[in-house]
T-cell receptor, first 115, second 108 residues
Framework: GAVVSQHPSWVICKSGTSVKIECRSLDFQATTMFWYRQFPKQSLMLMATSNEGSKATYEQGVEKDKFLINHASLTLSTLTVTSAHPEDSSFYIC???????????FGPGTRLTVT | AQRVTQPEKLLSVFKGAPVELKCNYSYSGSPELFWYVQYSRQRLQLLLRHISRESIKGFTADLNKGETSFHLKKPFAQEEDSAMYYCALSLYGQNFVFGPGTRLSVLP
């Protein structure tokens, strides 16, 4: 149990366009989902925490107007990278926290390349 | 601000040798401490957390509040332990902060 999926697994988009990444908890309800960014050979950097039905909490330095997060249900959170630029190219990973525990379960990640 | 450090980027040991992956943290409160592991071409997964005080795959980790450390240990390393290991902390299941990671390579 506790499987988290991400879609797409990789995406290439042109500068100036927007791209949406989905994160789903497949077999459990997740009141909290986390979005991370990972640069090559670096650690995960928490971008934002989203709680179902409320606005996401963004970490310092993360532009909330650029990285739109929606957590409309207990099994789905989306990250939309708006007006993408090449510097937004990265590996984006989501995780979902099972209600009532401190554990989080990670998705496989989405590799975004902006040309 | 909370911070997690892992001084070794790469740690190589021979099969059967003891292994210790170091982790230190800075946080003024009482955070939850975790070790996550990422095997080749797999997603990140929880290895263990300090509040459960359990041993997973032969690994243990003791929280030392005086030294603000949470080192991961295993008495006899196996080749299948080769992976990337991340130490992380959180407060009340939020605000997760990950260390830079240590790549463990267990040599035959």
């Amino acid at each position: 149990g506790a499987v988290v999926s991400q879609h797409p697994s990789w995406v290439i988009c042109k500068s100036g366009t927007s791209v949406k990444i989905e994160c789903r908890s497949l077999d459990f309800q997740a009141t909290t989902m986390f979005w991370y960014r990972q640069f090559p050979k670096q650690s995960l950097m928490l971008m934002a925490t989203s709680n179902e039905g409320s606005k996401a909490t963004y970490e310092q330095g993360v532009e909330k107007d650029k990285f739109l997060i929606n957590h409309a249900s207990l099994t789905l959170s989306t990250l939309t990278v708006t007006s993408a630029h090449p510097e937004d190219s990265s590996f984006y990973i989501c995780s979902a926290g099972r209600t009532g525990t401190y554990e989080q379960y990670f998705g496989p990640g989405t590799r975004l390349t902006v040309t | 601000a909370q911070r997690v450090t892992q001084p070794e980027k790469l740690l190589s040991v021979f099969k059967g040798a003891p292994v210790e992956l170091k982790c230190n943290y800075s946080y003024s409160g009482s955070p939850e401490l975790f070790w996550y592991v990422q095997y080749s071409r797999q997603r990140l997964q929880l290895l263990l957390r300090h509040i459960s005080r359990e041993s997973i795959k032969g690994f243990t980790a003791d929280l030392n509040k005086g030294e603000t450390s949470f080192h991961l240990k295993k008495p006899f390393a196996q080749e299948e332990d080769s992976a990337m290991y991340y130490c992380a902390l959180s407060l009340y299941g939020q605000n997760f902060v990950f260390g830079p990671g240590t790549r463990l390579s267990v040599l035959p």
